[in-house]
């Protein structure tokens, strides 16, 4: 009996200690694990700094530009706003942009960043509108477009115009159709609105006469184009233009994206990210 | 085995296993404190350090300091950040050399050893010409 009360002393010690060695083995797994997951979370944070960096750049280029897109995709409205100037130069402002990137700002990040702007600065600045819709900026000749990419997207389009000088004459040649357009021009005497429904299969046109030049705005199908919208600028009459245009529910106008490439090499890994506006 | 014998082999048997217990629970905490939650920490500072950035340029409260020569709109978007987190920005010209603008959330004071630091390029666009300018953002725990 008392050999056998010391036999269950002997085990109770023996399962204290197995007990407390279980305790070691757990705390070293769970160190082994928390040291793993903080290398992870570590790791896989570090992109973060390129997708910042890539949204960075791409705002950064649309202010170079002057160009601002919304898109609202609860409301199915795309807005286009910016001012068309023939003394803006813009291929200038771009090629100090990517000096100031190389030499400046991408030294601060970590990694090694380039950026290829060479489809930017040939004169016209794209910017692909989902899948469905495409604006293009061509600022050697100072005209903006709007346009679809494939079918119809477009059920309505308001253009606010406003422009420094006196208009002269106003032509409109539009053939009637179905789509609404509603146009407000304002300028330093001048000031008109007009609500059409215009054919979007044939190339509708308004002419703004001044004095010096003509500024044309151009809105249906052109060249196989559907939902034309363009505006271009004459010389020195600073045309501040807002183009908002309503689109069928099925159209994906997001992300919006720029013509434009960004790499990004680290030694975890290796980025070339098209520069996204909106997401 | 008289009663002195069993005795002493009771004495050495809870020795050593409290000594053994003593020694597996030493082992156990000094693993168990090498654990260290920092970068989670870091990742969500530095997160919050990248979004304020974003907001600062993108509700143009960078450009408006530049243009106005204030602090006025940093100040006031830093003072809605996430209370627990101190902010501070610096508006560097183009070559960093020097800084144009300065502003600190209010109650906050720099005595941190872990600051998180980033930047944002930003423009200021005057007419035809663009000017370019860094904003260097701290991002640091404390504060109201």
């Known amino acids: 009996m008392k050999s056998s009360k010391l036999t269950r002393g002997f085990l109770f010690t023996i399962s204290s200690i197995l ?226 245009a309503i689109y069928s529910t099925d159209s994906v106008l997001l992300p919006t994206r720029i013509n434009s490439k960004m790499v990004s090499i680290s030694k975890d890994y290796n980025v070339v990210s098209t520069l996204v506006l909106q997401k | 085995m008289n009663v002195k014998e069993k005795g002493f082999i009771i004495t050495v048997d809870s020795f050593i296993s409290t000594t053994l217990v003593l020694v597996f629970v030493l082992v156990s905490f000094y693993y168990l404190s090498n654990i260290s939650l920092n970068a989670w920490n870091t990742v969500d500072v530095r997160t919050l350090a990248f979004d304020e950035g974003a907001v600062l340029e993108k509700s143009l409260a960078l450009e408006n300091s530049v243009r106005l020569v204030s602090s006025e709109s940093l100040l006031s978007s830093l003072n809605s950040t996430p209370s627990g987190y101190c902010f501070e920005a610096t508006v560097f010209d183009a070559s960093m050399t020097n800084p144009i603008i300065h502003a600190i959330k209010t109650g906050c004071t720099k005595n941190s050893t872990k600051v998180v630091s980033i930047d944002r390029a930003f423009i200021v666009r005057d007419g035809a010409t663009s000017s370019f300018y860094i904003a260097r953002i701290d991002v640091w725990g404390g504060g109201e």
């Open chain 1, 19 to 244: 007990f407390a060695s279980t305790l070691v083995f757990f705390a070293m797994n769970f160190a082994d694990v928390s040291a793993s997951s903080e290398y992870l979370v570590a790791s896989s944070a570090r992109p973060l700094g390129t997708i910042f960096l890539s949204d960075n750049v791409a705002f950064n280029l649309f202010k170079v530009l002057n160009l601002n897109v919304d898109v609202n995709d609860s409301i199915n409205q795309v807005v286009l706003f910016g001012t068309l100037s023939t003394s803006f130069n813009e291929q200038n402002n771009l090629l100090n942009y990517a000096s100031f990137l190389e030499n400046n700002y991408f030294p601060l990040t970590p990694g090694s960043e380039s950026i290829d702007l060479n489809s930017l600065v040939d004169g016209s600045a794209e910017v692909f509108l989902g899948s469905s819709a495409e604006a293009d900026y061509n600022y050697n000749s100072s005209s903006i477009s709007l346009f679809a990419l494939n079918s119809s997207q477009f059920t309505s389009i308001d253009l606010n115009i406003r422009a420094k000088g006196d208009l002269n004459f106003l032509d409109v040649n539009t053939t009637v159709g179905d789509l609404i357009v509603n146009i407000l021009y304002v300028d330093d005497s001048n000031t008109f609105s007009l609500t059409k429904s215009i054919s979007s299969s044939e190339l509708n046109t308004i002419t703004l006469g001044y004095l010096d030049s003509n500024s044309i705005i151009s809105i249906g199908k052109t060249n196989g184009v559907n939902d034309f919208v363009s505006i271009g600028a004459s010389s020195d009459h600073n045309i501040s233009y807002v183009i908002k």
